[in-house]
């Protein structure tokens, strides 16, 4: 299971760090993505981190401003979004990667994030 916390209400220009939880299989075998979904909108990609933390991907939208980062000590990925802007305003969601890499297999239940401009 994924818990995403952390989210809430923020003016442009600023910081917010969402957290994602996870239980059951081992954290640290698998890769991690955060997706959002804004209101009106389809679900999209922000970014990746593989298994060790090692490796990162991210949307050009969201690049220079948000970082992924994860401590397999704590079974616990992180999204760091900072410089937000209005256009982030979304539910943000965690998933997990299938053990093949090629999608993802479980999702948490998101966490809003409001930026007022």
């Known amino acids: 299971q994924l818990q995403a916390s952390g989210g809430g209400s923020v003016q442009a220009g600023g910081s917010l760090r969402l957290s994602c939880a996870a239980s059951?299989?081992?954290?640290?075998?698998?890769?991690m993505g955060w997706f959002r979904q804004a209101p009106g909108e389809a679900r999209e990609f922000v970014g990746l981190?593989?298994?060790?933390?090692?490796?990162?991907l991210y949307a050009d939208s969201v690049k220079g401003r948000f970082t992924i980062t994860r401590d397999n000590a704590k079974n616990t990925m992180y999204l760091q979004m900072n410089s937000l802007k209005s256009e982030d305003t979304a539910v943000y969601y965690c998933?997990?990667?299938?053990?093949?890499?090629?999608?993802?297999?479980?999702w948490g239940q998101g966490t809003l994030v409001t930026v007022s401009s």
């Open positions: 981190i593989n298994r060790n933390g090692v490796n990162t």
């Open positions: 059951g299989r081992t954290f640290s075998t698998y890769g």
């Open positions: 998933a997990r990667q299938n053990p093949e890499g090629t999608g993802y297999d479980s």
